[in-house]
């Protein structure tokens, strides 16, 4: 099962450090150039074709979604007015149906991951500052849960994917933002075990388009 992290707490902490070390900057005047974003948002995924594996035979089973939601908090660095980098963990959630054999069941289709990101930060306009990224994310864990007869769980870890971005923020202090950020994910070709037997679900996609509000504190 997906093990949920408890994001608020370490956002307050986080909270609580930046601000020290921030008001220390401020006193010397130094450049901002570090920063941590707490975000939140929505997810959409494909629907999917895939295999599932029982006892050796093969049945073709569909994957349908909806809507689904995001949280996330990001720690970033700014190498040069233009060029910045961040290292983030975020975690992703969304129902969905299986249907298979005349039959159906419903579950939900979630992950965490880290992911490292570089971003070309355009000059500003005024408040608003554009910005586009690319990336690379591993993830720890992504599993999807069935209640069917009996409730069943397949995951897998350590995969390896990509994502491109692009984002603006709304300046409201010097210290301060407001951040909008749309996102594309891919993952392909990967398998998942069940958690229970020695069943299997192979040729697996996972290519979430996500759209995220978060909070910028530079310090």
Sequence with gaps: MMKYFNLSSLIVVIFLTTTVFGQESESNNEIKKFYVKPYAGFIGIQDMEIQYLENGQSTDISIESGFGFTSGISFGYHFTKNFSAELGWEYKRNDITVKYDNDKSTGD??????????????????????????????IEE????????????????????????????????????????????????????????????????????IFNIGIKYRF
């Design 142 to 209: 992504i599993d999807i849960d069935l209640t069917s007869s009996e409730e069943e769980s397949f995951s897998d870890s350590g995969n390896v994917g990509f994502q491109g971005l692009a984002g603006l923020d709304f300046d409201f202090s010097k210290r301060w933002a407001l951040n909008w950020e749309a996102k594309y994910v891919v993952f392909s070709d990967f398998d998942m075990e069940s958690e229970i037997n020695d069943n299997t679900l192979s040729n697996l996609e996972y290519k979430p388009f």
């Design 109 to 138: 289709y979630a992950s965490n991951f880290i992911y490292l990101n570089g971003f070309y930060n355009f000059n500003s306009k005024g408040k608003l500052k554009p910005y586009v990224g690319l990336g690379v994310s591993v």
